[in-house]
């Protein structure tokens, strides 16, 4: 921990912020005050160091991004660089926000991304460790900010079914049971964050993978390509160094969309009978 | 000057396949050799670019996100449009046409808006092969819901993610061409110049947003399909990146910029809360179909627990002002209704800048399981960031900037006034008029993809030479040294204000001077104190780091700078147009009812702006548009 020579750090130490207050005595009015211990690296190839901030300031309304928002003016005003962290919509659908906090990918809360927490989870006077997702497939950029291209890899390698524009018969010519249209939709909520990589002791992207390779499998337009598409997915995942999947559950633990780990399962199936193709 | 859109002549119903028809070919073998460049791949970009590499084009595509599956096309909830009469309730093409040119208050293009209904039927027959989970019956068809403003059920839906899985159909097939070869992606970079060389668009200038390098790309036609503006207001349902950014650099380089002050401001969203606040969150607006809107009759009442308040104290100001239409009044009505109460000292919650939509009522009526069945994610998304259950309590709503129907001019073709310059989706003005009729955004970035663009590109192409500019041209060398300069230029200011105090300064005096009902007064305050703002900014922003490294800062300062720019020029936009009209409500000019009074004999026209320098004040061109299918008449919704 090196977060000494930081300017906020020095206004006030993790032992006064607690002596703030007591952790219950901020109501809707109070504000908090928080230590970050967070994750700084300048590039990829620097080293990177864990430094010490205060958040001040801080209502149960903030979002968690909101918070770094805060801390992030106070650095520019004093001439420092601001904490980088990857984000966009701010709504829990874009999949681009991703840090750890308290070791968990996304933070914690049930189904939720980091941009969808709250600072009502947090109490007056907590320290909150923020780290970039860690995967070896996962390069760390910049401060927070991770490289996911591995992701990109595996949905070219076969995440899309062989349909030229303009083509395609009439929409209902295909009827589609709703179970089945259902299964779909589940696998298909997967927002691509990546969090279910960092979550995995194995770095293993296999949540990611399955949960693309059981929604085409499901349905008739992607049936007709499933063998191929599970074999060069299941290739690209191994070959931009995601490890295996040895059955720990993290990923869907971690997951801000809730997405199943019977669609690895199902991967497994679509592979194993590929196999025999 | 008078613009001409170069509409096809002749019955609308064959306009769309006799134009296809005569418009020229590209050779299928001559096809790679032209390189096309594809500036965002939400869903107008990411179908474009999948559709142009799979006929063969040598396509370059860019996102300022590290993947096309991020384009903020990911946001959209509610669906998307098509005339397909799987109902049988009597939809059709023409019908579809009729709702559009009339919901857009009679200021849109009679030509495109027929394309984009044709067209709409081959979006879902593509997204339903590219396996995009549409909800279905239990026969195993496709469902359908209704939404705002039409009365047959057209509305395709992926749960309340349906903008979710047609950019995931877009980037699955962008992905296959990627791989392929035919599409050469560039994530994280940022478009910042447009490269006109000879009057015509031969590439673009980009910041590579990891290492910071600066380089042109060069390409033989270049496709803007950049999003909306609505950040110009600072709060807004888009994602934070969102910005005018590319459409300015092309404005900048003579591209004329169409009715710009065109902004739809969506009337249920969750209120701010404070002034470290990001982003304004959208909710579906069919909650309007159970929920009331009301406030209390006395602003003493505004901080009571809203329980407390007895029914003969609460101002159900829609269905009061709105009988027929009560709750469910169209967009623009309802948030000018919302805003109205408010500004008269009865909004509720932080700031008084809020309205009660209230379920108690309908929860009495259907049981709360009901409620929840139809509304739960809903009012758990409320809660989460309300930390309030809508179930107990009425929910707070307050309206927000959402989407925009102003952008680049573009004929009947999509291309700009600058040759080889196409702008697709929202980027562009074409087909919404004053304003936009829900899932119809969606319908429009998909048709202008798939559709439009590939037959439209071909015909320019097919009369232009490939490959003439290279990135050693003078016009290129130039473009770089202009972009390095402005990034170093912000860099070495030093002054005492982020760049997120100048953009929620920017955009507190666009809201409340531009924002749903403006005057004359209020035009003329936010043009004379723009410039003000964006001289300090120039003079006391601060931007730490270096450029040749990730800088959200510097990212950022650029977006604000020309957010700057671009605003007086909406403002002067809203100005000249003395009348009211969708999306685009001046107080002057309203009914006694305080219905939006449209003046057809002075302002039927398209308004595009030619920039003549900063604060210089731009030149007005009109497009004047012709409504020969259907009757120009007054929009009621009484
Ligand atoms: C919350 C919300 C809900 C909505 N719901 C609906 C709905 O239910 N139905 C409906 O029809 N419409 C809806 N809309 C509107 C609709 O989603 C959008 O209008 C539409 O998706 C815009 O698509 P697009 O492809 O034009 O732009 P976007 O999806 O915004 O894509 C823009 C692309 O441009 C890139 N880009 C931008 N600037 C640059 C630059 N300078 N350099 C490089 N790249 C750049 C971005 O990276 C991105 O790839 C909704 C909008 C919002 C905000
Ligand atoms: S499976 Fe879940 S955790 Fe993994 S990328 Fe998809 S949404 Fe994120
Ligand atoms: S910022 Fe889009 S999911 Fe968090």
Same mark, same amino acid.
């Given at each position: ?277 | ?93 023409? !019908? ?10 009679? !200021? ?64 699955s097939a962008l992905s296959r061409q990627i791989k392929a070869g035919t599409v050469k992606m560039f994530s994280r970079t940022e478009m910042l110049d447009l490269v006109v060389v000879d009057g015509e668009a031969k590439g673009i200038t980009v910041r590579d947003l990891i290492t910071g390098e600066i380089r042109v790309h060069t390409g033989d036609a270049v496709l803007l399909c950049t999003g909306g503006y609505v950040n110009v207001f600072y709060l807004s349902t888009n994602a934070m990146g969102c910005s005018v950014t590319a459409n300015w650099a092309a404005v900048k380089k003579g591209a004329l910029m169409a009715n710009p002050c065109y902004t739809q401001i969506h009337p249920t969203c969750i209120p701010q809360a404070g002034d470290y606040q990001s982003k304004l969150t959208l909710m579906s607006e069919s909650l309007r179909n159970d929920g009331r809107c009301w406030v209390p009759k006395k602003a003493e009442d505004c901080g009571k627990v809203p329980g407390s308040i007895p ?176 990034? *170093? ?66 990212? *950022? ?20 147009? *003395? ?60």
């Open positions: 921990m090196s977060g000494h020579n930081d300017h906020n750090a020095q206004e006030t130490t993790p032992a006064q912020v607690g002596g703030h207050g007591g952790h219950d005595d901020h109501g809707a009015h109070g504000t908090m005050t928080l230590t970050l211990i967070v994750w700084r690296q300048p590039n990829a190839d620097a080293p990177g160091r864990m430094e010490t901030y205060v958040a001040k300031g801080i209502t149960e309304h903030h979002s968690f991004l909101e918070m770094l928002d805060v801390v992030n003016e106070d650095l520019i005003k004093t001439g420092k660089e601001p904490i980088v962290f990857d984000h966009d919509c701010r709504e829990g659908i874009c999949g681009m926000c991703s840090q750890v906090i308290n070791g968990v990918p996304h933070g914690g809360q049930e189904r939720t991304t980091v941009c969808q927490l709250h600072m009502r989870k947090f109490k007056n006077g907590d320290t909150i460790y923020i780290e970039p997702w860690r995967a070896k497939a996962f390069p760390i950029v910049k401060d927070l900010i991770v490289d996911r291209e591995g992701l990109e890899k595996i949905m070219q390698a076969g995440g899309y079914t062989s349909v030229h524009t303009g083509g395609a018969p009439d929409a209902n010519a295909t009827p589609i049971p709703k179970p089945i249209a259902e299964y779909a939709m589940d696998a298909a909520e997967c927002i691509g964050c990546g969090a279910c990589v960092a979550a995995c002791p194995n770095g293993s992207a296999m949540l990611f993978t399955s949960a693309k390779v059981a929604q085409f499998a499901a349905l008739p337009q992607g049936q007709v390509e499933a063998a191929e598409r599970v074999k060069a997915m299941v290739q690209a995942l191994q070959d931009c160094g995601f490890g295996n999947c040895s059955n720990h559950y993290e990923c869907q633990a971690a997951c801000p969309k809730g997405i199943n780990v019977q669609f690895i399962a199902h991967l497994n199936r679509e592979y194993v009978k590929a196999l025999f193709k | 000057m008078i613009l001409d859109g170069k509409c096809p002549t002749g019955p609308i119903e064959k306009s769309w396949d006799k134009h296809r028809f005569d418009m020229k070919l590209v050779n299928p073998s001559n096809k790679r050799k032209y390189k096309i460049l594809v500036v965002g791949t939400g869903l107008a970009g990411g179908a474009a670019a999948a559709s142009l590499g799979e006929l063969g084009y040598n396509v370059e595509a860019f996102c300022y996100q590290d993947s096309p599956r991020r384009a903020h096309s990911i946001a959209a909830q509610g669906g998307i449009n098509a005339a397909k009469n799987y109902p049988n309730d009597g939809d059709s093409i023409q !019908r579809l046409f009729y709702d559009t040119i009339k919901g857009g208050d009679f !200021r849109a293009r009679e030509a495109d808006v027929w394309r984009l209904a044709q067209v709409s039927n081959n979006i879902i027959d593509q997204c339903v092969a590219q396996g995009v989970p549409f909800g279905r019956d239990y026969a195993g068809y496709l469902d359908n819901r209704s939404f705002g403003g039409a009365q047959v059920s057209r509305t395709f839906f992926s749960r309340g993610q349906t903008g979710q899985q047609l950019l995931l159909g877009a980037y029914e003969a104290d609460r101002d159900y100001y829609l269905e009061r002002k709105y009988p027929s239409f009560g709750n469910l009044a169209p967009r623009d009505i309802a948030s000018r209704a919302a805003k109205e109460q408010c500004d008269d000292g009865r909004g509720v919650g932080p700031g008084g800048r809020g309205v009660y939509l209230d379920f108690a009522d309908s929860i009495q009526r259907l049981g709360e399981h009901t409620i929840r069945e139809r509304y739960g994610n809903l009012f758990e998304m409320y809660e989460r960031i309300t930390d309030e259950n809508g179930y107990k309590t009425p929910m707070r709503i307050y309206p927000a900037p959402h989407y925009a129907m102003g952008g680049l001019w573009v004929d009947y073709n999509l291309m700009s006034n600058v040759p080889g310059l196409f702008v697709l989706g929202e980027a562009n003005f074409s087909v919404h008029g004053a304003n936009r009729l829900g899932a119809s955004a969606l319908m429009q970035g998909l048709a202008d993809g798939y559709f439009v663009i590939p037959n439209t590109v071909a015909h320019y192409l097919a009369q232009t030479k490939p490959g003439v500019v290279k990135a050693e041209h003078a016009e290129c060398k130039k473009s770089i040294q202009d972009v390095k300069d402005r990034a *170093n230029k912000f860099l070495n200011i030093n002054g005492k204000k982020t760049v997120t105090e100048f953009m929620r300064e920017l955009g507190t005096c666009m809201w409340e001077n531009v924002g749903m009902a403006r005057t004359e007064k209020s035009l003329t305050t936010a043009i004379e104190k723009i410039p003000g703002i964006r001289e300090e900014f120039w003079k006391n922003v601060k931007v730490t780091g270096t450029g040749a490294e990730l800088n959200q800062q510097l990212e *950022n300062a650029g977006r604000t700078a020309d957010f700057l720019e671009f605003a007086e020029m909406l403002s002067r936009d809203a100005l000249h147009r *003395n009348e009211s009209c969708g999306g685009h409500f001046r107080v002057e000019y309203q009914y006694d009812d305080g219905e939006a009074k449209r003046n057809d004999a002075d302002f039927c026209y398209v308004g595009a702006w030619e920039y003549k320098g900063v604060g210089k004040e731009p030149e007005l061109h009109k497009e004047p548009l012709k409504f020969e299918n259907i009757h120009l008449a007054v929009r009621s919704y009484k």
